[in-house]
């Protein structure tokens, strides 16, 4: 069973995340943001990924120590339940249309973490949460899931498209990326691990 379980709790937020890679879709998320719930609702249904988040914040003072611990608790579900990475396939890249916007997201389960965000948002919030909160979250992700992570927008003028199919894209690439592979012999590494 691929699965992981973890909190986080300071002075700022607590956080509660159950995580099984190898599920269905199924989630149920309360941040207190709602457009951040939505977001991470796409990355269970088109991840396959069974996700429950419960998150308590400052959402008084802003959402970014909100969006940024979830990150960070979510990576680290993400490295405990992939475990030794056996027969996993490591690499995954999806686009996503949506509308007129077109996103991309790469993944590679390297044990190295990396974030390469290049997006130019033409809004500075979606709803109530601030766009540059997506960054901030997937910094936090990547780093903690210590995976090397390329996101990209090649143009979009809606920035709730633009940022929906991050998220969607996220979740495809991540499934790719996580997926088994019986016939990978170990690790897929010359190095022998990742």
């Known amino acids: 069973m691929r699965t992981a379980e973890l909190s986080r709790h300071t002075y700022e937020t607590d956080i509660n995340i159950k995580m099984d890679l190898d599920g269905c879709g199924k ?3 309360d941040t207190g943001i709602g457009f951040f719930n939505h977001m991470l609702s796409m990355v269970a249904k088109h991840g396959m990924v ?23 608790v979510m990576g680290k579900c993400i ?7 056996k027969n996993v396939k490591r690499y995954g890249t999806f ?23 290049d997006a130019d948002f033409k809004t500075e919030k979606v709803g109530k949460m601030d766009s540059q909160l997506v960054e901030e979250f997937f910094r936090a992700l990547a780093f903690n899931a210590e995976m090397t ?11 709730h ?8 894209a996220f979740g495809h690439a991540f499934r790719e990326a996580a997926s088994i592979d019986d016939s990978i012999n170990g690790v897929m590494s010359t190095k022998g691990s990742i």
């Open 27 to 29: 989630y149920v998320i």
């Open 50 to 72: 069974d996700l429950d988040v419960q998150a308590k914040g400052d959402l008084d003072v802003d959402f970014h120590h909100t969006v940024e611990d979830t990150g960070i």
């Open 79 to 85: 490295k405990n339940a992939l475990g030794d990475k």
């Open 95 to 117: 686009f996503i249309p949506m509308d007129e916007s077109l996103s991309m997201v790469s993944v590679d389960l390297s044990g190295r973490p990396y974030l390469v965000f």
């Open 149 to 159: 992570l390329h996101v990209k927008i090649f143009y979009g003028k809606n920035t």
């Open 161 to 168: 498209h633009m940022i929906e199919g991050i998220f969607k």
